[in-house]
């Protein structure tokens, strides 16, 4: 079974097993969302969203009910939805026993996503980064695919880009693709990831990322010929 890595492990063997079991990965998920990952400009619109789905499920819970409990079940029901439709359900589960997905589904999709990415006028940055990032190369059939894309400056793209990552993100959960998505307020939050594997660059209007990695960038002509290129 794929082992998950923490940046915390505590000493207790007993704690460690139950961290990296199918249940204690999907509870750990469902705390904290991917949240320390995300940047200011993600973050905001997903408390924001967590918080209006609360008030719309207090408002329609029972007059009996508005109390400590009811506001801790509404609470739960929030955190829930949120992780169920912006979140990241199938690439934690990647770490259960049974888990298994077809690669060539999932270069399916990256054929797919690149091109409805690149349909959008106002979407000035995305790739594909970590090990499916090299030439689009899918690894095995616990492979997940990590999509970023970058805000662009103004109100009206942090409204776009964050509706975008709710979508992309629901309609992965009913196709059961393991999509690791987020959107970065600056290109160099890539600086973080590792620097020895490549980028499938999906849209790069300015060059500010192929700029910034040059040495990374997939040099195959297109999207669709990369995704297509399958080790399994």
């Known amino acids: 079974m794929k082992k998950k890595n923490f940046s915390y492990l505590p000493q207790q063997p007993w704690m460690r097993s139950a961290m990296q079991s199918c249940a204690g990965l999907l509870a750990i998920n469902w705390v904290f969302q991917g949240m320390r990952g995300m940047q200011s400009k993600e973050l905001s619109f997903r408390l924001m969203l967590e918080a209006l789905l609360a008030a719309v499920a207090y408002a329609a819970v029972p007059a009996d009910w508005n109390n400590s409990f009811g506001l801790l079940f509404v609470l739960f029901i929030a955190h829930t939805l949120n992780w169920l439709f912006n979140g990241h359900v199938w690439v ?43 030439a689009g190369r899918i690894r095995s059939e616990r492979s997940d695919i990590d999509l970023r894309l970058i805000f662009s400056p103004g109100i009206v793209n942090w409204l776009r880009v964050n509706m975008l990552l709710l979508r992309l993100r629901t309609a992965a959960l ?7 998505l987020y959107a970065y307020n600056f290109v160099n939050a890539l600086d973080r990831f590792r620097q020895d594997e490549g980028i499938l660059l999906i849209q790069d209007k300015k060059g500010r990322i192929a700029k910034r990695y040059g040495q990374r960038v997939a040099k195959e002509a297109s999207c669709e010929s990369q995704s297509k290129v399958l080790d399994t």
């Open 92 to 134: 934690c589960a990647r770490y259960c026993a049974a888990y298994r997905r077809n690669p060539s589904a999932l270069s399916d999709y990256i054929d797919r996503t690149s091109a409805r990415l690149q349909s959008l006028s106002w979407l000035e940055e995305a790739a594909v980064i970590g090990s499916v990032g090299d």
């Open 174 to 180: 009913f196709q059961v693709i393991p999509l690791d």
